[in-house]
């Protein structure tokens, strides 16, 4: 089965991501401004968003007047787009072997995607199939993170990870994951692969701000951390070997150092992207 181990995954991880959709919704609001400046679509344009997640993107496209499709493999969080965007259609299913395509044969005009497409097994194939739901003269625009040091993935993990006895294992830049499209020229030849054209890669830098009505964002980050895969296993391992109270002690280090990324009071520090954009050559 195509994708097996990011379903098993985001089974997992969507209901973590619904719960902590509030501060995810705050610290990916740049991330989601420059996918829908990218696509500048117009108003009754058919939109859809792959990796739709809990439907930030869905919203975002319903209020510009777009008709707005999803498809997510999590769930818990299409369960959620559903709830939240009740004019969009929201398909559970994996992108790279769904038919995307409506019921009614109609293509769309854009395609989109916040932090969606990096999960594939076969990105090539997977593109290629969105490509097929596509209009001729249709649009792709999407954000992924950029290779390079990304505090996203290593602010804060880095006091749990080195605690670990069996730390996670760097992981393979082309292997599905947050980071699999990290390196632009990658992008560019899985996307020339999948039959679209006029690809641009640019650069692209956001404020991950945690901050939430007023707060310094210290237990913002720390809630992510500890939902996160790394912070998973250290609750498991280090409670167990540390017991009670050396758990605490650990998660007061970790609050000490989170505090320590504050800027002007807040814990905030840059994301670094690309923006994607394409073509359907039709």
Excluded: Y
Excluded at 203 to 218: E, L, Q, R, T
């Amino acid at each position: 089965m195509a994708n097996e181990e990011q379903q098993q995954a985001w089974a997992a991880q969507g209901i973590d991501w619904v719960d902590n959709a509030a501060i995810f919704e705050a610290v990916l609001a740049p991330f989601a401004d420059a996918v829908l400046q990218a696509a500048d679509m117009d108003s009754g344009a058919r939109v859809l968003d792959i990796g739709c997640g809990s439907g930030t993107l869905l919203q975002r496209a319903a209020e510009l007047g777009a008709v707005p499709f999803g498809v997510d493999i999590s769930e818990p969080m299409v369960q959620e787009a559903r709830r939240r965007v009740p004019t969009a259609t929201v398909s559970l299913g994996d992108a790279q072997t769904l038919a995307l395509r409506p019921t009614t044969g109609e293509a769309f005009d854009w395609i989109i995607s916040r932090f969606g497409v990096m999960f594939f097994d076969d990105p090539v194939a997977a593109f290629a199939n969105i490509r097929d739901a596509a209009a001729p003269g249709a649009r792709l625009a999407f954000v992924c993170w950029r290779e390079g040091d990304n505090p996203m993935f290593t602010a804060g993990v880095d006091v749990l990870a080195a605690r670990l006895e069996t730390p996670p294992a760097a992981p393979d830049p082309d292997a599905p994951g947050p980071l699999a499209f990290g390196n632009a020229e990658r992008v560019r030849t899985i996307l020339a692969g999948a039959g679209w054209s006029d690809v641009t890669v640019t650069a692209f830098d956001g404020i991950c701000d945690f901050g939430i009505d007023g707060s310094d964002g210290v237990e913002e980050r720390l809630g992510l951390i500890l939902s996160n895969t790394t912070g998973r296993q250290a609750s498991a391992e280090l409670q167990d070997r540390l017991g009670a109270d050396g758990w605490a002690a650990v998660i007061e280090e970790l609050r000490d150092e989170l505090r320590r990324h504050r800027v002007d009071g807040v814990v905030k520090f840059p994301g670094h992207t690309w923006v994607v954009a394409a073509v359907n050559p039709g």
